[in-house]
């Protein structure tokens, strides 16, 4: 099943799409907290109220997450572009709610950098609380999965060891443009991941890839944090970031940036000059 958060009329509402039709839950305006897998299971639909999928606006597929976690250097060959050692244990960060933005909106290009770069990624949608989760048990604190575009302003990112101030940009990580539930989804290491600027493939990777699996993250994070339904994970991206090649591709006014990621989605943002 296919669950969204969007718009209609200026209305909020979480939604199930169902071919080009969206059905309202009945009661619910988004998706995150109030819709942990359980109720998704068997969701409260309210089939009178279904609008047209073609009116409807994209919000983040979660819009108010409790916690938006990242991983950085989840892929052997990204960590060889970016000539760092690989560890033990996930590299970890955060982003905001303020962060996110809907899978077709502008993405704002900052005045203050000078490099914005794009990160096809994996997202793991949490459905069931877990907190000190086994490995063999956290896929079941999955509610579904979605397409993320870690923007990166890497000239804030490389300012300090700490990565926050060039991953926590307002509105620029977009995420969606629904979550498809972990059973539609079977085997995530089957998937791949493709990234597209302005119709040149310049990421493309298999998610078999991944250094640390999504059951090994799960496990990891609900180790010294509760997950919640409604939390995200950005899994990490592959290799072929801008940054990184020679020569540079950085994000510039009118840029087009596509990440698909077969059998879950697709994301669509022009990069804005903001003023
Ligand atoms: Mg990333």
Redesign the pocket.
Known sequence: MRFASVTHDEQPLAVKIDDDRAIPLRGITELGRDTPASLLREPPLDADAAVRLSEVRWRPVIPRPGKVI???LNYLAHIAETHREESEYPVLFTKFASSLTGAYDDIPRPPESGAVDY?G?LLVVIGERGRRVRREQALQCVAGYAVAN?I?MRDYQYKTHQWLQG?AWDAATPIGPWLVSADEVGDVSKLTLRTKLNDQVVQEASMELMIFDIATLVATISEFTALEPGDLI?T??PSGVGFRRNPQLLLGDGDVVVVEVEGVGRLENRIVDER
């Open positions: 990242c991983i950085g990160e990624e870690d990166t991953k950005l990490g991206t």
